[in-house]
Nanobody, 119 residues
Framework: QVQLVESGGGLVQAGGSLRLSCGTSERTFSSMGWFRQTPGKEREFVAHITWSGGSTYYANSVKGRFTISKNNYDNTVYLQMNSLKPEDTAVYHC??????????????WGQGTQVTVSS
């Protein structure tokens, strides 16, 4: 079974930066995405990247502040988050898709990492 493991979350002040990492145990997937969720709200799409070619796509709420990238050699996807805002506070999950579309579907999910931005 595919395993996705996120790391890099934490507590940061508004305006600060964090980098999340997501390691995957296999490369049979075509693309990866980052999502976030807060209690009482629906899961929100954040960013997407294809393994081949590195095409990226972002939610409007993070465009210009977050950057998704990948390392094909160690099967790791990153989410660099800059200019963080309190409203970015959430549990961030990475996910893997066998399609190249940010719409998915996503067949594998990580357990999530907490990001808290204080004002």
């Amino acid at each position: 079974q595919v395993q996705l493991v996120e790391s890099g979350g934490g507590l940061v002040q508004a305006g600060g930066s964090l980098r999340l990492s997501c390691g995957t145990s296999e490369r049979t997937f075509s693309s990866m995405g980052w999502f976030r969720q807060t209690p009482g709200k629906e899961r929100e799409f954040v960013a997407h990247i294809t393994w081949s070619g590195g095409s990226t796509y972002y939610a409007n709420s993070v465009k210009g502040r977050f950057t998704i990238s990948k390392n094909n050699y160690d099967n790791t996807v990153y989410l660099q988050m800059n200019s963080l805002k309190p409203e970015d506070t959430a549990v961030y999950h990475c996910a893997a898709s066998r399609t190249t579309s940010y719409r998915g579907p996503y067949e594998a999910w990580g357990q999530g990492t907490q990001v808290t931005v204080s004002s």
